[in-house]
């Protein structure tokens, strides 16, 4: 089954990592008609059959009669809207991602949008099985509840819950992806993972003695381009429920160090967590040592469901996906067009971080 013709879709936080690759990916479809991007800054950029809007789902509790304007006529919504920072200030991006989804799913309902696609993630989930074998959809998801970006994506999974029991009548479907990673996303992923305290010339090496590894480390990636198709490919398939997605092989430390053509030291993981949580501490570090954590503890998924009734399977392996990635980490490549993707932006200078705070900018 295909998409039905003239659809129209609105996508949520459209200027992003994921967004600017389903915008693509919708516009290059025939039975797409027309687009409308939603995100708290308009970009620069015109993609086939889009039209932009401006929204701050987590700021203006007043936006949710805004979004049921942008909503009316509607065949699909896809939100994908999610901030990561600022991590020093939960209630920040809580505001965001559980009160901004909150807004969203209420004018859906309201709107009577009869298809919602949510980004979840594989952080959702609860710790994995000690025998590590791959879950699928059924395993809980709980998150790790000392991690802000798992506890938010497991709540609203139960805010959705709630929500298919309100209204059947509307498809829901989740997307709990793993790691995202293209060219194009390496400037805004320095800056929600590294900072700009880690040294340029770090970065742009080419060669690097060592690659530290970590103990049951053990991440799934996926291109962003291929997070895209599933979400086309979900439009068009009457399908509920969760999907997950994931390229292979899963990525450890051996993994890169690989890439890099560099040594993989075993570190522990004690030694790493102290490392990284002082280093948040003192604002030198953008992500928590709560992530780190559940990063230790995110089971892999079994993306068998995904294939079989999305039909969907990667074009990339997680290898080449990383790749491409660090190519344009050296390169500092960036999407001048939008504001999240852009190379550069305020703030992102040692000098500035230093007087702002790393982690405390969303």
Known sequence: MGLKQGMRVVVIGATGNAGTSVVRALGEDPDIESIVGIARRVPNWAPPKTTWARADIGRDAGEEAGLVRHFQGA??????????????????????????????????????????????????????????????????????????????????????????????????????????????????????????????????????????????????????????????????????????????????????????????VRIPRVAARSAMATAWHLHLLPPSPQLFDAALRLPLMDTSRAQRELGWRPRHTAVETLREFLTGLRRGTGMEQTAPLASKLPGGRPREAATTGVGERP
């Open 75 to 264: 065949d699909a919504v896809i939100h994908l809207a999610w901030l990561i920072q600022p991590s020093h200030r939960p209630a920040v991006t809580w505001d965001t991602n559980v009160l901004g989804a909150t807004r969203v799913f209420e004018a859906v309902a309201r709107a009577e949008v009869p298809v919602l696609v949510y980004a979840s993630s594989v952080g959702a989930y609860s710790p994995g099985p000690e025998d590590g074998r791959p879950v699928d959809e059924s395993w809980p998801t709980h998150g790790w509840p000392e991690a802000a970006y798992c506890r938010e994506k497991a709540y609203v999974e139960r805010l959705l819950d709630a929500f298919e029991l309100e209204h059947p009548q509307i498809r829901v479907v989740r997307m709990r992806p793993g790691f995202l990673f293209k060219e194009e996303s390496a400037a805004e992923q320095r800056r929600l993972f590294m900072g700009p305290f880690v040294p340029r010339r770090l970065i742009r090496s080419t060669f690097l003695p060592a690659v530290f590894d970590l103990p049951g480390l053990r991440l799934q990636i996926l291109h962003t381009d291929d997070v895209a198709e599933a979400y086309r490919l979900a439009l068009g398939r009457e399908v509920r429920g969760a999907f997950n997605l994931a390229a292979e092989p899963p990525v450890d430390g051996e993994t890169l160090a690989g890439l890099l053509d560099a040594r993989s």
